[in-house]
């Protein structure tokens, strides 16, 4: 079994940036469709952004523009770069992995998040305010 490490969350003023990282161990980063997920009410995660083992990145239309999914494999680490970050990008993130293509991950119900994402990270927390 794998795990996931979550890191650079923080507080940020709007219109500033992020860089959260997830530390893989247990398979390699390009084995598998990673993603960003952040929470919603209490048991609802939402996708953000995705990436999978084609190197097909996706991302929610409320972040195109502004996050960047991206992979280090020397590393073996996924990133999410945060630019203009607004008060409702406010949440906990979470790294989660799965063997959904890149481009369904958006498209999970979330009785299909819970039930087809196989490993989450322990979540970092990024707020936005002024």
């Known amino acids: 079994q794998g795990q996931l490490l979550e890191s650079g969350g923080g507080s940020v003023q709007p219109g500033g940036s992020l860089t959260l990282a997830c530390v893989v161990s247990?398979?390699?980063?390009?084995?598998?469709?990673l993603a960003w997920f952040r929470q919603g009410s209490e048991d609802e995660r939402a996708a953000v952004a995705a990436?999978?083992?084609?190197?097909?990145?996706v991302y929610a239309d409320s972040v195109k523009e502004r996050f960047t999914i991206s992979l280090d494999g020397a590393k073996n680490t996924l990133y999410l770069q945060m630019n203009n970050l607004k008060p409702e990008d406010t949440s906990m993130y979470y790294c989660?992995?799965?063997?959904?293509?890149?481009?369904?991950?958006?498209?999970?119900?979330?009785?299909?998040?819970?039930?087809?994402?196989?490993?989450w990270g322990q979540g970092t927390q990024v707020t936005v305010s002024s």
């Open positions: 989660a992995s799965t063997l959904v293509p890149a481009r369904d991950v958006l498209r999970l119900t979330q009785t299909l998040v819970w039930r087809l994402i196989n490993l």
């Open positions: 990436i999978d083992m084609d190197g097909e990145r």
């Open positions: 247990g398979f390699s980063v390009s084995s598998t469709t």
